[in-house]
């Protein structure tokens, strides 16, 4: 073999590795999320599981996917996260005990995602790997030139369901009671 | 990867390492000198020439005090809040271009650790993140007083963070690009980008005092209401984390200032310096002038600690939501009718 493919096997490999470490890494904090006690706890969990996924992005050579998801959702929303479950300040003496009926309709509604997911999973083709025609898309200045091109209308769209969603937000916290 | 790039990335960092903490500990002692002088008394004198030695001695007496973890705190946060505070305080020098690229010999190396083509952004990353090691500190201490100054630092640097990211869009549009070395490299001698945004980088500014937890907006270790906010169960060295974080923050935003409006490491008749000393000496010119410039900012964050009062927590939300916002926006829509006027002519 010459050299040359040598090394670029050896990266690959590499890659792959670094990939199976990632992943490795986000499930195991992710379960983290799920089984630690404590709320606070979970959060700060949940913080390195995004992380884990702004590498997974960063992998994927999607780097402005991966910076926004660093802050928007590493930056912004867990902050306010853990703002909201610092004022609320729940612990295990404090919460109180959740009834039976609550349990079931938990456990069933679980259930029910699990049987959803296995099914859509297994009618997916694992062995297409899916292959980008231009692998440089997640950079910037490219992302940019396809949103505002070939994508303008689910852009635009979806930017409206923002603005909506943030008209609501401010609406209802404006709203004062009429007996004032 | 060759070994040579390898060393090279590696001296490169450790001496960014090293400038940014010893800047941080000699802005101690500035601070202290400064602070005396606008209050027309002398300062620390006392250890070594003009108290030269003054935070080395800080430094040790944060060493040998005792280290005190309160009962009911959460043990392990408590040393991972003062840790995460001074990590994500370093972690944004990475991106700064501290000077043009150095020639020696027949290698040429940019004085850059990472030129990612996201540089702006990467910054801003890190300052919204800076606001964690406050948090679990806060938090973990178990103390009202701390969670108040926690809770308080979160919201403030979530709203402050809103007109930053704005004022930042308004400067992409005229720079076009994100990465840190191009918008330096545009601002080429004397064209620098604050001729462009004038409006951007007093926004930028006041969100940057705002983001550091400097006075005027050190609310969240106001002690005339709070004790010490949310480091007022620490002693010791951890204690001495987060005030080396603060310091090294404002080492950092002063950096970020000086590179996105004020040149970075460009002036006036740069080139003729270079023409006389040669590519050997004129980036140590270069980067002398940046960290002139760093200095700069830095006593500008100092006179205003000890020149402003506090605000109240009110005047400050609102400041943030209903002056900086709409002066933002306004900014950006500015910027662009006078790009779209001005490419058409």
């Not at chain 2, 991106?95 to 990472?114: C, H, N, S």
């Not at chain 2, 940057?208 to 007022?232: I, K, M, Q, W």
Request: charged share 10%; aromatic share 12%.
């Amino acid at each position: 073999m010459q050299p040359h493919k040598l090394q670029s096997l050896s990266t690959a490999l590499m890659s792959i590795s670094l990939f199976y470490l990632v992943a490795f890494l986000s499930i195991f904090f992710s379960l983290l999320v799920i089984f630690s006690k404590n709320p606070i706890h979970s959060v700060l969990y949940l913080i390195i599981t995004f992380f884990t996924f702004t590498v997974h992005y960063i992998l994927l050579n999607a780097q402005f996917l991966a910076i926004v998801n660093f802050i928007v959702y590493m930056g912004a929303i867990m902050v306010l996260f853990l703002f909201v479950l610092m004022l609320l300040n729940l612990d295990e003496d404090s919460e109180p005990m959740k009834s039976n009926i609550l349990k079931m309709a938990g456990l069933v509604a679980g259930l029910c995602l699990l049987i959803t997911l296995v099914g859509s999973m297994k009618s997916l083709h694992m062995s297409d790997p899916v292959i980008l025609k231009n692998p440089d898309l997640g950079l910037v200045k490219n992302l940019g030139k396809v949103l505002f091109s070939e994508f303008l209308l689910p852009f635009e769209i979806s930017s409206i369901l923002l603005l909506t969603a943030m008209v609501g937000a401010v609406l209802l916290a404006k709203r004062e009671p009429k007996t004032a | 990867m060759e070994l040579a790039f390898v060393i090279e990335k590696f001296v490169l960092i450790t001496a960014i390492f090293l400038l940014s903490l010893t800047v941080a500990a000699y802005s101690t002692l500035a601070e202290r000198k400064i602070a005396g002088y606008l209050q027309d008394r002398v300062g620390p004198n006392r250890a070594g020439w003009g108290g030269m030695f003054q935070p080395l001695a800080d430094g040790l007496k944060m060493f040998m005090k005792e280290e005190i973890i309160p009962t009911d705190s959460n043990r392990f946060l408590f040393i991972a809040g003062p840790s995460l505070a001074l990590l994500t305080a370093l972690l944004g020098s990475a991106v700064i271009p501290w000077g043009p690229d150095l020639v020696l010999g027949e290698r040429t190396i940019p004085l850059q650790v990472a030129d990612i083509n996201v540089g702006i952004l990467y910054i801003f990353g890190i300052v919204s993140l800076g606001v964690y090691g406050l948090m679990i500190g806060g938090w973990a201490s178990n103390n009202k007083f701390s969670l108040m100054g926690a809770v308080r630092a979160a919201s403030q640097s979530i709203s402050y963070e809103i007109p930053m990211g704005l004022s930042l869009i308004a400067l992409l549009l005229v720079t076009n690009t994100l990465s840190l070395r191009e918008i330096v490299g545009q601002q080429h001698g004397g064209n620098w980008n604050i001729l462009y945004q004038p409006l951007g980088f007093i926004l930028f500014l006041v969100c940057s005092f705002a983001e550091t937890n400097r006075t005027p907006f050190d609310l969240p270790e106001c002690e005339t209401e709070l004790v010490g906010g949310y480091h007022t169960e620490y002693s010791g060295f951890k204690m001495g984390a987060f005030m080396f974080a603060e310091y090294v923050n404002m080492f950092v935003a002063s950096a970020v200032m000086s590179t996105l409006y004020f040149g970075g490491y460009n002036y006036p008749g740069m080139d003729w310096v270079a023409g006389i000393v040669g590519p050997m000496i004129a980036p140590l010119i270069a980067m002398a002038v940046l960290l002139l410039k760093i200095f700069a900012f830095i006593f500008f964050f100092m006179w205003v600690r000890w020149t402003i009062p506090r605000f109240r927590y009110d005047q400050l939300m609102n400041l943030g939501w209903k002056v900086l916002i709409p002066l933002a926006i306004a900014n950006i829509v500015i910027t662009g009718i006078v790009i779209t006027v001005y490419d058409k002519l």
